[in-house]
């Protein structure tokens, strides 16, 4: 089949994703293209998405969680308006590469798809969530099928969809519990020393990393500070400061002479730091969360930008599957807790090797022969 994957560049996340669909499709010999769906809209609207996204996540969290909870309770209507914009370039290009089948890892994208369909322009498309919610935008979607990142969420999607609208329900065998998809490089160690080895860390008694996503956003340079003060001395604290240059300068100016701090920009090698670590701490991002659940590590949340990350750090820690820190203040106890072992974070490793789907790309592709 020849398949086109639509993402939208606003983080790494949703990239991640596209790009883990993309390998799987690849191995099981289909064609596809994956396209930043802003491509296809006016260069004004693009910059009022991606640029409004970014200043909004970075800088002003709390007015990026007002609009995320509006948008909970009222249909995204600028949403709706800016897609319309790009619906027809869109088309011409899925015509063109003769498309089959579309997968969005975003819902920008899939309210594309949702207009086009609204037009008489249709093709088999299916939405893939990437939080453990269903966000503002999802439950009117009109699409052939939602793969949502675990069985527990089947409920909430539902009930979300009959709330907005009821003829345009999902019925619930359109709801699938593929999960959310990663690369297959994250995965639990088989050796966690030799890991260790390759990235110069031996002779550690623990090593923690700390995260804030693609973007480097959060507090994390003040958790880092907070983090560094309960290292033993043959602890490893490494911090991973994403495409965000001005806080990769800060950090590195501040643990320069810190042999138990190594501070990162964006890496490639992710996967084998969370092979390597005992415990990441990091925010609530959607994608984030399942390489750590992949990888079989355990996860301290930080305090979550209002909105998707709430969300998930909700679920994810409603049903034991991580711990979450409300307050910085919290950190040191809970850290304590961990390092000197009188807590043990692997319990909710367990529990998520029990329930969690596995597989998730191969289960996607899965659906587009049935």
């Not at 609204?118 to 793969?147: K, M, Q």
Request: proline share 6%.
């Amino acid at each position: 089949m020849n398949i086109t994957i639509l993402s939208c560049n606003t983080g790494g996340g949703h990239n991640s994703a596209a790009a883990a669909i993309a390998r799987e499709l690849d191995a099981q010999g289909h064609t596809y293209k994956i396209y930043n769906t802003l491509d296809f809209l006016p260069p004004s609207s693009a910059r009022l998405i991606s640029r409004g996204h970014d200043f909004a996540y970075r800088h002003a969290p709390k007015l990026y969680g007002a609009g995320y909870r509006y948008e909970e309770k009222h249909p995204p209507v600028l949403l709706y308006e800016q897609c319309g914009k790009g619906c027809l370039p869109l088309w011409e290009a899925l015509t063109e590469q003769g498309a089959q089948a579309v997968i969005c890892v975003h819902v920008f994208p899939a309210m594309m798809m949702t207009e086009l369909s609204g037009r008489g322009l249709y093709l088999p498309s299916y939405f893939v969530a990437t939080d453990y919610t269903c966000s503002p935008g999802v439950s009117e979607l009109v699409v052939d099928g939602i793969c949502i990142p675990h069985p527990l969420l089947a409920e909430e999607f539902a009930a979300r969809f009959q709330e907005a609208k009821e003829e345009k329900s999902l019925p619930a065998d359109r709801l699938y519990p593929t999960g959310i998809p990663v690369s297959p490089e994250f995965a639990p160690a088989a050796d966690q020393e030799a890991v260790r080895v390759k990235l110069h860390m031996v002779g550690r008694s623990h090593v923690l990393v700390l995260a804030c996503g693609s973007m480097g956003a959060g507090p994390l340079r003040s958790a880092a500070e907070v983090i560094r003060q309960q290292l033993g001395e043959d602890d490893l604290l490494v911090v991973v400061c994403g495409s965000n240059r001005r806080l990769h300068r800060q950090c590195r100016t501040a643990f320069m002479d810190d042999p138990r701090v190594r501070v990162l920009g964006y890496t490639k090698r992710m996967a084998q730091f969370l092979q390597a670590a005992d415990l990441l701490i990091t925010k609530a991002g959607g994608l984030t969360t399942t390489e750590a659940v992949a990888a079989g590590v355990p996860i301290f949340y930080l305090d979550a930008i209002p909105g998707c990350e709430s969300r998930n750090i909700d679920f994810m820690t409603r049903h034991g599957y991580a711990l979450a820190i409300r307050a910085e203040e919290e950190l040191p106890a809970l850290l304590q807790g961990c390092l000197s072992g009188a807590l043990d974070p692997t319990a909710m490793v367990r529990r998520r090797s029990e329930t969690f789907p596995r597989h998730a790309a191969a289960n996607i592709v899965k659906l587009l022969s049935e």
